[in-house]
């Protein structure tokens, strides 16, 4: 920032991660940006006689008014001084700022306000002490019955019942039960050979033994984080940002109608159904995204203190595999959730890997 561009800066903490920045521009420094807003205020409007961006500046000023033009200084001068405010002061910032011109008028200074939300200060719990008493847990022997692998291949028995044929709108659940159980097809040789690459009956079964295992492991690993998640949470305290609350809320809508679509089912239909409002659903969430918000900034705080990183190769993987299967995806916000997502695995294993 060069000397003398931006003077009085006053930085005032406010309610829920917010701070207010005063400040004013010098005279001399804000007329430098008198000719680059004439410029595109020129680029912008039409006057007869004249062709387009070639208007002199009395006529222009005339024409649009002085205040314009101050007004576009103005714009010109804090979009370039903001960026250069945030670095010099330290601010972590995010979203985007709030900004105010609290005095304008020829030569004079400019005076500003701005408001802008910033990263929470954490004051995070023992997560190393808590990870080692979450790990130190006795873990529960995973095992799989007989019942449960019969279970799962009924279901898909169940899954190829061909439902042409039958008004299932019409019939009972009762009725719909029978007619799936009299048409499913019987467990034979051939009918597990058409499923996959399996042997015969026995295979079959076995393989359907090792998924339900490694979905038991996933479920088991999955308890124990969210065990550790909120232990870490109950520790730590920090005001968590009404933006990042909001931002954490629109990601589980788009889950949430991501997942219903998948189902067939309309988001409108849903909440017709349910006779609720999209608010009404907002509201239920709200607790939930601001303990993963509040969870997020811990875990970026764990990555900060422990020098966690992901190598560079394994986003640009993740990244190419989210947008293969998701076309329409943003590049960018893919590359931050892959980033995001692979990082928080490293500081999970990390927290799993702590010892005595």
């Known amino acids: 920032m060069q000397k003398n561009n931006i003077e009085n800066i006053n930085i005032k903490k406010l309610e829920k991660s917010k701070i207010e920045i005063t400040g004013s521009i010098p005279v001399e420094a804000f007329s430098s940006f008198r000719k680059k807003a004439l410029e595109n205020i020129n680029n912008e409007i039409t006057v007869d006689g004249f062709r387009k961006g070639k208007i002199t500046e009395s006529v222009l000023v005339s024409k649009v008014g002085e205040m314009s033009v101050l007004e576009e200084m103005a714009e010109i001068a804090l979009s370039k001084f903001y960026p250069e405010i ?23 200074p400019l005076e500003f306000k701005i408001i802008t939300t910033v990263i929470p200060e954490i004051k995070i719990g023992d997560y190393k002490k808590i990870a080692l008493k979450n790990n130190s847990k006795k873990e529960e022997k995973i095992e799989i019955t007989e019942k449960e692998i019969d279970d799962a291949i009924l279901r898909i028995r169940k899954s190829r019942v061909d439902h042409t044929g039958h008004d299932h709108e019409r019939l009972t659940p009762e009725e719909h039960e029978k007619i799936v159980e009299s048409s499913m097809p019987e467990l034979s040789e051939d009918f ?7 042997k015969d009956i026995n295979d079959f079964k076995e393989k359907i033994k090792l ?36 931002s954490e809320t629109r990601r589980i809508e788009a889950q949430f109608s991501d997942d219903i679509s998948r189902m067939g089912v309309k988001l409108e239909d849903y909440l017709k159904h349910a ?52 076309k329409d995806a943003n590049q960018e916000q893919a590359y931050t959730y892959a980033e995001t997502v692979l990082t928080n695995e490293k500081v999970y294993k990390f927290l799993e890997e702590i010892e005595k």
């Open 86 to 108: 945030i670095e010099k002061e330290k601010i972590d910032a995010i979203g985007y700022p709030e900004i105010s011109i609290t005095k304008l008028a020829a030569n004079n």
């Open 192 to 198: 597990v050979k058409s499923l996959g690459d399996f």
């Open 211 to 246: 998924s339900l295992l490694e979905e038991k492991k996933i479920m088991a690993q999955e308890k124990k984080r969210i065990a550790l998640s909120d232990a870490i949470l109950e520790a730590s305290s920090a005001e968590i940002p009404e933006l990042l609350i909001e």
């Open 275 to 326: 006779k609720k409002t999209i608010d009404d659903l907002r509201a239920e969430w709200k607790p939930h995204a601001e303990k993963k918000a509040k969870l997020q900034l811990i875990l970026n705080d764990i990555v900060k203190l422990e020098k966690i990183n992901v190598d560079a190769k394994e986003i640009e993987n993740e990244v190419k595999a989210i947008l293969a299967h998701y």
